[in-house]
């Protein structure tokens, strides 16, 4: 149900209330006057990659309110509202589909979350992580020049508009910047579990993609490889996906190099609930756990103000380790910047060639008391450390006050990652796999330029990496910072295209990379032909289908336009023949089907 229908029905049912109070008023005289009336309850070989241009600007902007349309097979497919309602963000909304373009299904419509009262999380264990309390979803604010922010029920998100379909002949190139966070995902899977279907600015396609593991064959020489695969859409007959997978080297615990980790954790009262700074702390140890004997560890806090708590310290010392944990406590303020600077200035004294030097910020991200309160006014303080080749990871925690974007964009300018962790089960994905086995970084400024042929392909649009565009004049310009790529770590893009039929070379795409420590940057080129298209989708791998199926739901959850009619009975289904045993793609398929029922109670009305 879509806010203003929402509004309608408490407006009415206020009305209704009213008219019921005034005859009770008029019917007794005894009622005190003083007495009135309440208000209302109420995310092989060489081959490929790719990027997206600046979203055209025609892209629609904000969120897309759906329809619903029941079909003969009880599902719902998601239609535009009439040209004459206005969307979300004030724009005429685009007419409906075709119903060429429809397929049985239901895409997500979005339920009035209930009303309740907003109070801190409560949790009995580490090990089951209690539901953030569900709050009414603030009115979206417009996109306002660099104010891009947007308030979803107490936690704060960045609004991105998804891309939109090029026309090639216009422009035929797509460019990016690498990224592997995975963040959204998590926050989205907690979302479902908790009962609700996640905000549309809170789903990043790529960080959806790129949660998971795909059977890329590692490279024999080099940095990394790169694999091309295509098949025709599931969702409609005249359109192919296209996929650009990038395996990292490998490089053992024994072989990486020795690291250097100063967690910065946020002590402030914010951080009081069981699934904020107690997860942490275990996480820390978790993370400690899986160090190597070369490896040390420093610890810093920021509260109202920042302390000093454990100075660089042998990883093998774990009791010293796990002392200096178990004294911290939640209360204060949020000094956050204060924080960064000191923390940094830890890291930058064991920065060298030789060492990976990494700051570790945990953190619900609220950051509200002295200087240097943004993300970029934090990365300003630091750059200088950033420069010396200090890598930044930031790991999310809670629900209620968390900052979504200032996460984000602190891991993009601080070359490293952003993670969300929501049990002890994440905990351990992200700190004894994707932080201590991805420690060492093995390209940086990683940039993917994709040029399709105008005989080939009509028209393309890239899923997700709206965050991560380049313009495609500073693809080779070694000054302008990019994505890295840690050891193991696999990149994962998707396009959406639309063939001719004509020519056989689709398009090319090139990578541009600097070594660890170095300043320039040097390219390669990968041929994207039809050789790499299945004729089915069915013969494509299970890597490939599980992808566009991660793809798809994604831009289903967060209504993109040129996902709608798409269904998330179609994605559940092409998952779960593509899951293979694995416990990760396993339970995506179960959050797929939690999903697909909120949007069935949503239509139903429940």
């Known amino acids: 149900m879509s806010p203003f229908f929402s509004k309608r029905r408490v407006s009415l049912v206020s009305g209704a209330l009213l008219c019921a109070g005034l005859v009770g008023a008029c019917s007794t005289s005894r009622a005190p006057p003083e007495s009135g009336l309440g208000a209302a309850d109420s995310q092989l070989r060489p081959q490929a990659v790719a990027r997206t241009e600046p979203s055209p600007k025609d892209a629609p902007a904000g969120r897309q309110h759906l329809a619903q349309e029941s079909l003969a097979d009880g599902d719902m497919v998601a239609r535009a509202p009439s040209k004459e309602a206005p969307s979300a963000a004030g724009k005429a909304a685009p007419p409906p589909a075709s119903p060429t373009s429809r397929v049985a299904a239901e895409p997500v419509q979005r339920a009035s979350p209930k009303k309740v009262a907003d109070e801190e999380l409560r949790a009995s264990t580490l090990g089951a992580v209690a539901p953030a309390p569900t709050q009414p979803r603030e009115k979206m604010k417009p996109d306002t020049g660099d104010d891009k922010n947007v308030a979803e029920g107490g936690n704060t998100f960045e609004a991105y508009k998804p891309n939109a379909f090029t026309e090639t002949t216009k422009d035929a190139l797509s460019t990016f910047a690498a990224d592997v966070d995975t963040a959204s995902y998590s926050m989205a899977r907690r979302y479902l579990q908790q009962g609700q279907l996640p905000p549309t600015h809170a789903v990043r396609v790529e960080e959806f993609v790129n949660y998971f593991k795909y059977r890329y064959a590692p490279p024999e020489e080099g940095a990394f490889t790169v694999h091309l695969e295509g098949a025709p859409s599931p969702f409609n007959a005249r359109r192919h996906f296209l996929r650009v997978g990038v395996q990292g080297k490998v490089v053992s615990r024994s072989e990486r190099k020795p690291a250097h980790l100063v967690f910065l954790v946020d002590t402030s009262g914010s951080m009081s609930s069981p699934d904020k700074l107690p997860l942490a702390l275990e996480s820390i140890k978790i993370a400690v756990k899986n160090l190597n004997e070369n490896d040390t560890v420093a610890l810093v806090t920021y509260a109202g103000s920042t302390r000093d708590v454990l100075p660089p310290t042998p990883a093998t010392d774990v009791k010293k380790i796990h002392a200096a944990l178990d004294t911290l406590a939640a209360g204060g303020g949020t000094a956050m910047g204060s924080g960064m600077e000191m923390a940094y200035r830890h890291a930058v004294k064991k920065a060298a060639g030789g060492v990976v030097s990494r700051v570790v ?3 619900d991200g609220d950051a509200n008391i002295g200087p240097n309160l943004s993300a970029k006014d934090m990365l300003a303080s630091v750059q200088k450390y950033v420069a010396e080749g200090v890598t930044l990871t930031t790991v999310g925690f809670g629900m209620g006050n968390y900052h979504d974007s200032l996460m984000e964009q602190l891991a993009d300018k601080g070359n490293g ?21 991805t420690l060492e970084v093995i390209a940086k400024d990683v940039k993917f330029q994709v040029e399709f042929n105008p005989k080939a392909v009509t028209r393309y649009r890239l899923m997700g990496y709206e965050n991560r565009d380049i313009a495609d004049k500073d693809f080779r310009d070694d000054k302008v910072d990019a994505g890295e790529i840690g050891a193991g770590h696999t990149v994962t893009a998707l396009y959406e295209v639309e063939l001719t039929g004509e020519a056989q070379d689709l398009a ?12 320039e940057a040097k390219e390669q080129a990968f041929p994207l032909t039809r050789a790499n298209v299945k004729p089915t989708l069915e013969a494509a791998t ?35 023949g593509a899951a293979g045993g694995d416990a990760d793609r396993t339970e995506f398929v179960r ?16």
Do not use: C, H, M
Request: positive net charge; hydrophobic residues 45%; charged residues 20%.
């Open 542 to 576: 299970s890597d490939f289908r599980f992808a566009v199926a991660v793809a798809a739901t994604a831009d289903i959850l967060r209504a993109a336009p040129s996902a709608e009619g798409w269904s998330l009975a179609t994605t559940q289904k092409l998952a779960e």
């Open 417 to 437: 990652n952003s993670f969300y962790v929501d049990s002890v089960k994440e905990a351990r994905k992200v700190f004894e796999t994707q932080l201590t086995g």
């Open 508 to 519: 090319t795409v090139r990578i541009r990379a600097k070594a660890p420590n170095g300043t």
């Open 361 to 363: 910020v945990l953190t």
């Open 591 to 606: 959050l797929v089907g939690q999903a697909r029922a909120l949007t069935t109670a949503s239509a139903s009305g429940r």
